[in-house]
């Protein structure tokens, strides 16, 4: 089955212990991007990739690191969590440009972190 | 500067009639455009997109229509099913539809009441 897969689901952290959330996509996509919602603020773009070790910042960068050296996997690393960080989070995947197939990001089911 | 705006937080429509969610956006580079569909505890889902060089994009139940003088798209839903009760997003692209940098507005929760 076609899927992006993120974990854990749920992490209730405290401030300033470093942390780790996994994707994995299994559609050789090119495109991989994640995204936090936050209530009243809609999905904000952090960080994207647009291939292995090709990577940029989104809308939301700050306090956030990612690497992409494997096309597969696009972890997203909080070196130091605030609690302003606490949302809810999307890894998704895509080909690289909308035309060629007409369809849009696939998105992991979430990550609702904590940080207390 | 939001650059994508969803301006109506919710809307409640009765099943069997149409539901239109409204999206305008303020950079002319947006060549892309796309709607997605959030369940709660779950990622948004595509549901439909068009380019800048359309005005009108049909399936099924969905359409989007693109005012690119007004930069405004809509997307209409018809007829309308509880099932269709959900939080929709707008979302634009440019560089020729390249997905690396998706921008979101802030989304629309559809209520439809049987």
């Known amino acids: 089955e076609a899927q992006v897969t993120q974990n854990p689901r749920y992490l209730i952290t405290v401030t300033g212990k470093k942390l780790t959330v996994t994707c994995s996509q299994n559609?050789?996509?090119?495109?991989m991007s994640w995204y936090r919602q936050d209530p009243g603020l809609g999905l904000r773009q952090i960080y994207y990739?647009?291939?292995?070790?090709?990577?940029d910042k989104g809308d939301v960068p700050e306090g956030y690191k990612v690497s992409r050296k494997e096309k597969r996997n696009f972890p997203l690393i909080l070196e130091s969590p605030s609690p302003n960080q606490t949302s809810l989070y999307f890894c998704?995947?895509?080909?690289?440009?909308?035309?060629?197939?007409?369809?849009?990001?696939?998105f992991g089911s979430g990550t609702r972190l904590t940080v207390v | 500067d939001q650059q994508v705006k969803q301006n109506s937080p919710s809307l409640s429509v009765q099943e069997g009639r149409i539901s239109i969610l409204n999206c305008d956006y303020t950079?002319?580079?947006?060549?892309?455009f796309l709607w997605y569909k959030k369940y709660p505890a779950e990622g948004p889902t595509f549901l439909i997109s068009?380019?800048?060089?359309?005005d009108k994009n049909e399936d099924g139940r969905f359409t989007v229509f693109l005012n690119k003088s007004a930069k405004h798209l809509s997307l209409h839903i018809v007829p309308s099913q509880p099932g269709d009760s959900a939080v929709y997003f707008c979302?634009?692209?440019?560089?020729?539809?390249?997905?690396?940098?998706?921008?979101f507005g802030k989304g629309t929760k559809l209520s439809v009441k049987p």
């Open positions: 998704a995947s895509s080909l690289s440009r909308i035309g060629l197939a007409n369809y849009g990001y696939t």
């Open positions: 990739s647009m291939n292995v070790e090709v990577t």
């Open positions: 950079n002319s580079m947006f060549d892309y």
């Open positions: 559609m050789n996509h090119e495109y």
């Open positions: 068009i380019s800048s060089i359309k």
């Open positions: 979302a634009a692209s440019a560089y020729g539809g390249s997905q690396g940098n998706l921008i």
